[in-house]
């Protein structure tokens, strides 16, 4: 069926039209336009749990290997760079994902940010581990924050012996609530016992406070976006609902890390986050890096204009600014590799 015979569920809002990238805008009207919203879907078709019904990243670059390993209630993908490890093992990414374009700790798995791992794989030669970790409704907190801290000790105790990975080059990454589990991880590890040295922690997009509410009173953009295409406040309501449904754990800090003890933050890791302008999330995001900051941690925040929350992996539909996160990103994870 032609374009002009669908249904148009998702229209660009006019006063979102002006700033938006025109390579976004193309995809979206050619794309997500036309797919109903998840919040408004009476059930979910079992097919998008494992990614979406939206895409737009660029085809996977070829690694090494790939294989699949297992935890005690969760699996997990390993890529492994083309050619012959360092003497002390290659560096390591452990990442989790956000879904194809959006997760909300209910979508996604092995399938999802696939450009990202190929691209960190064998553009930083790293051992890349991407965790297929629990999803909500069915798993709700603190599953996923469980297969998450499993997966970091795992890579601490076990990367060596198993992926011949060197842990003094250990980095955790992650894209929107995926990028919540990782500064979570980021987090615990600096106050686990013995602590988890990482070298970087690298979040896009990530979620931050699940406490923050669409008046806009303690981030601006949840007001200020309230009209953007792809997250708009509804679906990230609808994404919290579902993996938060007691409202006591939302300000929990392995749930929200603002909240994350003092002693926490003057201990991370250094820290990389990309924020985009026309995303709910980016207050909280830059309210993050700003904390870290004043805790003495060092900082590289990205910020691209123009665009909304998924622009990080879809470096295929929206190439210019897509294709620059991505590098930005593989840049952040070679310069902390290299100068550890």
């Keep these: 069926m032609a374009n002009e015979e669908r249904v148009v569920h998702q229209p660009i809002h006019p006063d979102v039209a002006e700033k938006l990238d025109p390579e976004y805008i193309a995809f979206h009207n050619a794309t ?31 690694v090494g290997s790939i294989r699949d390993i297992s935890f005690s209630k969760c699996t997990a993908r390993v890529y492994t760079p083309e050619g012959s490890a360092p003497a002390t093992g290659w560096p390591v990414l452990l990442f989790f994902h956000g879904g ?38 069915e798993n709700p907190y603190p599953a996923a924050v469980e297969d998450a801290e499993e997966a970091l000790h795992w890579v601490y105790r076990h990367g060596k012996s198993e992926l011949n990975v ?4 250990f980095a955790v990454g992650g894209g929107s609530s995926g990028g919540n589990l990782a ?5 615990k590890a600096v106050l686990a016992e013995p602590p988890v040295p990482l070298v970087l922690q690298l979040l896009f997009v990530p979620v931050i406070d699940n406490t923050a509410t669409t008046s806009g009173e303690k981030y ?16 990230m309501l609808w994404f919290r609902d579902n993996y938060l449904p007691n409202h006591e754990d939302r300000a929990k800090w392995d749930s929200s890390p603002i909240f994350a003890p003092d002693e926490a933050f003057k201990k991370a890791p250094k820290t990389w986050i990309a924020v985009m302008e026309l995303d709910i999330l980016r207050d909280e ?4 890096g700003e904390k870290l900051q004043k805790a003495g941690v060092e900082v590289d925040l990205k910020y691209y204009k123009s665009v909304p929350h998924p622009t990080h992996i879809m470096d295929g539909a929206v190439m210019q600014v897509g294709r620059q996160i991505i590098s930005d990103a593989v ?10």
Aim: charged fraction near 15%; include cysteine; aromatic fraction near 10%.
């Design 100 to 137: 194809k374009v959006f997760g909300g700790w209910t979508i996604g798995g092995l399938n999802s940010q696939l450009s990202f791992l190929t691209n960190a794989c064998k553009r930083a030669q790293c051992v890349v581990i991407s965790v297929d970790y629990r999803l909500a409704p």
């Design 220 to 235: 601006k953009s949840w007001a200020e976006n309230a009209n953007t295409v792809a997250l708009p406040p509804e679906s």
């Design 32 to 62: 997500t336009a036309y797919t109903i919203p998840l919040y408004r879907l009476p059930q979910i078709d079992p097919a998008l749990r494992l990614g979406s019904h939206v895409g737009g990243g660029a085809e996977p670059l070829k």
């Design 166 to 169: 060197d842990i003094n080059k």
């Design 183 to 187: 500064a979570v991880v980021a987090l």
């Design 285 to 288: 995001a830059l309210a993050y």
């Design 331 to 340: 840049y952040a994870l070679n310069n902390a590799f290299s100068t550890t």
